[in-house]
């Protein structure tokens, strides 16, 4: 997973006519690291989409603008829209990320 570290990156990124994920964490987040541990298997099965991620202590205010309360969370935006919202208690396991994404199809 791509890292974003510019504000002008991300609002590049989530632009473009293809979907993309964008994956918010931080680096004392237990939950960010639990689900490190399973998601490049996601990423593999989920190709269709592009994704990165984003230190959401870094850019507080992309957080709060796009409503991210708990982290991890998963975006996806697609033409400068944020389409659809994983939030942290529901992204615990495989099963919750892959019933998310099955469900945007």
Known sequence: ???IKSIETFEEIISG???VIIKFY???CPDCTRLNMFIDEVIKDYSQYKWYEI???NFPELAEKYNVM???SLLIFQN???SAHLHSANAKS???VRDFLD???
């Open 26 to 28: 931080a680096g004392w």
């Open 1 to 3: 997973m791509e890292e």
């Open 103 to 105: 469900s945007q199809k």
């Open 70 to 72: 708990g982290i991890p």
């Open 80 to 82: 400068g829209e944020k």
């Open 55 to 57: 230190n959401r202590d």
């Open 94 to 96: 495989p099963e919750q």
């Open 17 to 19: 006519n293809d979907p």
